[in-house]
T-cell receptor, first 111, second 116 residues
């Protein structure tokens, strides 16, 4: 059974730091992996999608990597800003074509 | 346009009321989804529509009734809900379902539902 884990559950860093959020999964047979951002009480914003054949995707200050062999994806945020404060969720498409979700990492960027 | 819209933003209803949630997308996507999200939890899939036909029902109680009038619209009809149904209801769409490649999901802002 595919399981997705995000550690840590919460992270607080000073503004300006580069940081890495982690997402691990137990079965490497995935079709793609998607990173989302969610502000409190709001919907989800898709940040990056990595297809299974890709190793990374970049959008602005965000870079997501995928290593299927180790069952791991990372979301790198460069030069963090207070506006980056949110919960970040990873989710992947597995054999049943439905999103399987991690529990999320709550990120706080301190000014 | 990568926007999914949902109305209303907030809804308060009694257990005997009948109400509907609405979702709309104009990205030409052929798959639409309803999710339920409780506080500090990831979304839980409720229904999937593909080409306007119900493809997946995740054993959702019949007091939730989905409807897909056309490829751009998705409704969720609510009747005789319970207080534990209070949650954020999210709509999403993707190009295709099921599909290995064209399945990036785009989410709406959600409807915050409170059942009294």
């Amino acid at each position: 059974k595919q399981e997705v884990t995000q550690i840590p559950a919460a992270l607080s860093v000073p503004e300006g730091e580069n940081l890495v959020l982690n997402c691990s999964f137990t079965d490497s047979a995935i079709y793609n992996l998607q990173w989302f951002r969610q502000d409190p009480g709001k919907g989800l914003t898709s940040l990056l999608l990595i297809q299974s054949s890709q190793r990374e995707q970049t959008s602005g200050r965000l870079n997501a990597s995928l290593d299927k062999s180790s069952g791991r994806s990372t979301l790198y945020i460069a030069a963090s800003q207070p506006g980056d404060s949110a919960t970040y969720l990873c989710a992947l498409i597995h054999s049943n074509y439905q999103l399987i979700w991690g529990a999320g990492t709550k990120l706080i960027i301190k000014p | 346009d990568t926007e999914v819209t949902q109305t209303p933003k907030h809804l308060v209803m009694g257990m005997t009321n009948k109400k509907s949630l609405k979702c709309e997308q104009h990205m030409g996507h052929r798959a639409m989804y309803w999710y339920k999200q409780k506080a500090k939890k990831p979304p839980e899939l409720m229904f999937v529509y593909s080409y306007e036909k119900l493809s997946i029902n995740e054993s959702v109680p019949s007091r939730f009734s989905p409807e897909c009038p056309n490829s751009s619209l998705l409704n969720l009809h609510l009747h005789a809900l319970q207080p534990e149904d209070s949650a954020l209801y999210l709509c999403a769409s993707s190009q295709e379902f099921p599909d290995r490649l064209y399945n990036e999901q785009f989410f709406g802002p959600g409807t915050r539902l409170t059942v009294l």
